[in-house]
């Protein structure tokens, strides 16, 4: 399968604690988008990286959020010391440097935070 | 980008068209109209786009009208796979100075039955 892959599918966690997460973008796609998505809402924009470059950051993502793309291929997002309302679904998705083209989404990682 | 209206929830019978509406009458001149869905569980798919010209794709045909202040996503013989929830998005294309990162309203949930 060559789509967005996402690590782990579903974590639990406990408050306080650290969580990170893994996108696997498609191997020629430049772009990569990380989206976060509560129960009955559409996913909310969080950062974007162009290659290795964070180009764009949502005020949604606290200092307690971090995203990285070393070397412009996966990219790994963390949160540290989790609150209860971190629990959501974190989307990754890519796209090729193309106009027009549309984002590819992952399956997403299900964040809960007991 | 310009705010999408669209129906909280639609019903469509096995084998006949569903059409899903959208209003975006703030829509501007470089704003083109894209559509997503996302299948439960699953990270959103998309679907089509377009600027003012109807388009049709094998998924979809999107009807865009005159003034460009709204929009029908017709699924031309909707099956049970289709239940989902449906986002209209307008935004610019990629590559013109911005993100274009994806903003996600509600949806429209569309339940196809038997």
């Known amino acids: 399968d060559t789509g967005v892959s996402q690590n782990p599918r579903h974590k639990i966690t406990k408050r306080g604690q650290n969580v990170t997460f893994r996108c696997d973008p498609i191997?020629?796609?430049?772009?990569l988008y990380w989206y976060r998505q509560t129960l009955g809402q559409g996913p909310e924009f969080l950062t974007y990286?162009?290659?290795?470059?964070?180009?764009?950051k949502s005020r949604l993502l606290s200092d307690r959020f971090s995203a990285e793309r070393p070397k412009g291929s996966f990219s790994t997002l963390e949160i540290q010391r989790t609150e209860q309302g971190d629990s959501a679904m974190y989307l990754c998705?890519?796209?090729?440097?193309?106009?027009?083209?549309?984002?590819?989404f992952g399956p997403g990682t299900r964040l809960t935070v007991l | 980008d310009a705010k999408t209206t669209q129906p909280p929830s639609m019903d469509c019978a096995e084998g006949r068209a569903a059409n899903l509406p959208c209003n975006h009458s703030?829509?501007?001149?470089?704003?083109?109209v894209y559509w997503y869905r996302q299948i439960h569980s699953q990270g959103p798919q998309y679907i089509i786009h377009g600027l003012k010209n109807n388009e049709t794709n094998e998924m979809a045909s999107l009807i865009i009208t005159e003034d460009r202040k709204s929009s029908t996503l017709i699924l031309p013989h909707a099956t049970l796979r289709d239940t989902a929830v449906y986002y209209c998005i307008v935004r610019v294309p990629q590559d013109t100075g911005t993100a274009s990162k994806l903003t996600f309203g509600t949806g429209t949930r569309l339940q196809v039955t038997l």
């Open positions: 191997s020629e796609h430049n772009r």
């Open positions: 703030t829509i501007s001149g470089n704003e083109y």
């Open positions: 990286f162009q290659n290795e470059a964070q180009l764009e």
């Open positions: 998705a890519s796209s090729p440097k193309v106009v027009f083209n549309e984002q590819f």
